[in-house]
């Protein structure tokens, strides 16, 4: 499994230097599609549903005070896996011509981040910090990906 730093650097090395409102959506959305895809979790730490869409709080930390990030000095996309690595181009290319405020537009109509907000009795522009769960991410993404087969 990865770190979210390195997954962060490999994000960064896919799209080159965005905002970080994009790059903490990019990384959100590589820990989804990853668990659709593998199975598993791309990394550890949690993801929240904060007022402005999905953060990692650990990666919060390193880049709060900046506007746009190029690098991530503590991550190392050479310790993704192949398949790490094909979810994080995969991602990228999708979701990567799109701006973070995009991007966090996308996330406030997706069932993940709605229904933590609302369990948490959140509303619009409030404060928190409520998981998004790996089981909310799995089930919302993985069933868009079977209503595409049908």
Do not use: I
């Not at 960064?12 to 979790?41: F, N, R």
């Not at 369990?119 to 910090?129: C, D, I, K, Y």
């Amino acid at each position: 499994m990865a770190s979210v730093d390195d997954v962060a650097a490999a994000v960064l090395e896919e799209v080159g230097t965005v905002d970080t409102w994009k790059l903490q959506k990019l990384v959100y959305y590589c820990q989804a599609w990853h668990l659709v895809w593998d199975g598993e979790p791309l990394f550890s730490a949690h993801v929240e549903a904060w007022a402005n869409g999905p953060v990692v709080r650990k990666l919060y930390r390193q880049h709060r005070g900046q506007y746009r990030v190029g690098s991530w000095p503590s991550g190392d996309p050479g310790r993704l896996s192949e398949s790490e690595r094909e979810t994080v181009r995969a991602v990228c290319d999708f979701y990567g011509a799109m701006s973070g405020y995009e991007l966090s537009q996308l996330t406030h109509r997706e069932a993940p981040w709605l229904e933590a907000r609302h369990a948490a009795g959140l509303g619009p522009g409030q404060r928190g910090n409520v998981v998004v769960t790996l089981e909310a991410m799995l089930d919302y993404y993985g069933g868009l990906v079977a209503a595409d087969a049908q």
